[in-house]
């Protein structure tokens, strides 16, 4: 166990709706990671806020968002879904502002886009 | 940006034999090069990591060397066990302040047989 939460672990929806995932960090931990996983992309990041702002941003359509709030816990907005949506959703903590400290990542949320 | 090229893709030894994977990266100012274990179905597990400072790093079983001339580097795992059985992904991050992120390798699929 990895000290880091997310729900839901499963979600299942339609093409063009928007769902929202949630993750909250290690106790201690002031930077989330979000990373998504299909089967033919590997482990793509998406963003990373630290403390509350915006530190770094990857591959992450206009169609999703997300924030960090002040308790530190993230949550991310996936809006218009479409069936390349599907993919295993991951958020990783670490303790400071830059990727090269420790990652530690949650169990995933398994996002179907049907 | 970063690049990071995995290999091999899958692999498969003999319990008990030793095992090598194998990456390469393309940004000479990436100094921190992370190793993860994802079993099927769970979170990617940080095992081992190195910086760019050292040359090499042991773990009991695991081991991981860098050469930042060739911009290569390889984890080794001996004495290979059936719970050895996973996907192995690196990673690669310059230091580069607000703009850090973890680049990954496509993984390697390891399977240790009796």
């Known amino acids: 166990d990895s000290g880091v939460t997310q729900t839901p672990k499963h979600l299942i929806t339609a093409t063009g709706q928007r769902v929202t995932l949630r993750c909250s960090p290690r106790s201690g931990d002031l930077s989330v990671y979000w990373y998504q996983q299909s089967l033919d992309q590997g482990l793509q990041f998406l963003i990373q806020?630290?403390?509350?702002?915006?530190?770094a941003k990857g591959n992450i359509l206009e169609r999703f968002s997300a924030q960090q709030f002040p308790d530190l816990h993230s949550e991310l907005n996936l809006s218009s879904l479409e069936l390349g949506d599907s993919a295993l959703y991951f958020c990783a903590s670490s303790v400071g502002p830059d990727a090269n400290y420790e990652q530690y990542f949650g169990p995933g949320t398994r996002l179907t886009v049907t | 940006g970063e690049n990071v090229e995995q290999h091999p893709s899958t692999l498969s030894v003999q319990e008990g034999d030793s095992a090598v994977i194998k990456c390469t990266y393309s940004?000479?100012?990436?100094?921190?090069f992370p190793w993860y274990k994802q079993e099927l179905g769970k979170r990617p597990q940080l095992i081992i990591d190195i910086r760019s400072n050292v040359g090499e790093k042991k773990d009991q079983r695991i081991a991981v060397t860098l050469n930042k001339t060739a911009k290569h580097f390889s984890l080794h795992i001996t004495e290979t066990q059936p719970e050895d059985s996973a996907v192995y992904f690196c990673a690669a991050t310059p230091f580069t302040g607000t703009a850090s992120k973890l680049t990954f390798g496509t993984g390697t699929r390891l399977q240790v047989t009796l």
């Open positions: 806020y630290y403390n509350g702002e915006e530190r």
């Open positions: 940004d000479s100012a990436s100094n921190y």
